[in-house]
């Protein structure tokens, strides 16, 4: 044990129940193995309300740490070891513009109800949860697509299209009866010319890391590795979804990994995600299972989380001098309204 995990194992101890430390799977092993919770997005939000200590220190980006602020009891406090670890994906819905594009939408009466993948800020969250929607996470996000689409005339989902034409494939959505929105900085391009009426339309975001793995990819992997299973996570291009065998969220990805080393010693698995979850994976299924990642993808901000910074954060709260994370009360209503919908539709 080096002195960082030491001293951090020391403060966890002198804390004991006054601390909480959750963590997404995609964090680095170091920090991951500090962490009292870890899931996927869904698991964390569902996991927060039912958290008693003082302090939540959350390993995650920045989206993350807002959602558990929203979801903590009155007085508990959120803190993040990096706050300047951001998805680049949630920033590509300013709730400014999302607001506008709604109204646009809107105009004519018919009724468009958001859902907003839960990689977006605050703000945006707050707007979708004005505007009658809700949050989803890639666990959930078939049961909320169909949910959303039993509202009203209309979804917009944002803002991640990969993510929305994966699940609308799921549930039998041809691409016809969807579109992908044309923007710009001030609203809809030439709205008169887009075809609004569809039920689906998607914002045009997408998470450049996913994003970043090919469909050929897909073929080389089958090619090098004869009879080996190929699965990805959703955010990927659909056509990549399209040539493997099973896709799915990081918690889907994980009972894979486990289920091959059970069933199938000695298989291959092809896995398109952040390498992170790849790597960890890999080792803790390492001589039943080949775990390998199909292409190169990490995230930068995944990444800003370190071992020092936890220890950094954990010596501020047991000194009383942390400054946890905080929400604009005006945003909290309706930002929370989105996500406690999510939580309601799935049975939580
Ligand atoms: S991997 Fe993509 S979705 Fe996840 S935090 Fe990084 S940019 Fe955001």
Redesign the pocket.
Known sequence: MNDITAAVAALKEQLGDRLCIMGHH?QNDAVVAHCDVTGDSLELARRVPGVDAEHIVFCG?FFMGESAALLAKPGQAVHLPEPGAD????LMTPAGLARRVLEQLTATGRRVVPLAYV?TTLGLKAVVGEYGGAVCTSANAETMLRWALDQGDGVLFLPDKHLGRNTAQKLGLAPDRQHILRLNGHGLINPESQPLERPLLLWPGC????AQLKPGQAAAARAAHPGCRVVAHP?CRPELIERCDAAGSTSFLIKEAARLAEEAPGSTLIIGT?NNLVDRLAARHKGRCHVLSLGRAI?P??AKVTEAKLLATLTAIAHGTAEPLTVEAALCGPARRSLTRMLEVCGQ
């Open positions: 995609y980006v998805c680049m994906m949630s990689n998470c450049a890391i996913h955010e952040e995230c901000d995944m």
